[in-house]
């Protein structure tokens, strides 16, 4: 079973930038998407950012232009850099890894708190 460990979170100024990692104890070579969510107080769980395992990417239109989601299949790694955080991105991050296209089911992190706020 992957086990995925979320990294990066903390307090940020808006405007600023930030930096969160998640890292799998397996190869994520073979998995179809890496992807990361996140989840406001009071709010459903959100896609913000997807990665295929064919290198394309797709971000919620609330982060397009300022995040960027990458993965490193040799480290077994995945990012996602935020720049221009604003406070409607406070939430708990949590990175997701979907096997296939067709799976019922995927593995969770167990997220990291970003706080936008002056």
């Known amino acids: 079973q992957l086990q995925l460990v979320e990294s990066g979170g903390g307090l940020v100024q808006p405007g600023g930038s930030l930096r969160l990692s998640c890292a799998a104890s397996?190869?994520?070579?073979?998995?179809?998407?890496m992807a990361w969510y996140r989840q406001a107080p009071g709010k459903q769980r959100e896609l913000v950012a997807s990665?295929?395992?064919?290198?394309?990417?797709g971000y919620a239109a609330s982060v397009k232009g300022r995040f960027i989601i990458s993965r490193d299949n040799a480290k077994n790694m995945v990012y996602l850099q935020m720049n221009s955080l604003n406070t409607e991105d406070t939430a708990v991050y949590y990175c997701?890894?979907?096997?296939?296209?067709?799976?019922?089911?995927?593995?969770w992190g167990q997220g990291t708190q970003v706080t936008v706020s002056s």
């Open positions: 997701n890894a979907q096997p296939t296209f067709f799976a019922p089911n995927s593995y």
């Open positions: 990665s295929t395992r064919g290198e394309s990417t």
């Open positions: 397996g190869s994520i070579s073979g998995i179809y998407a």
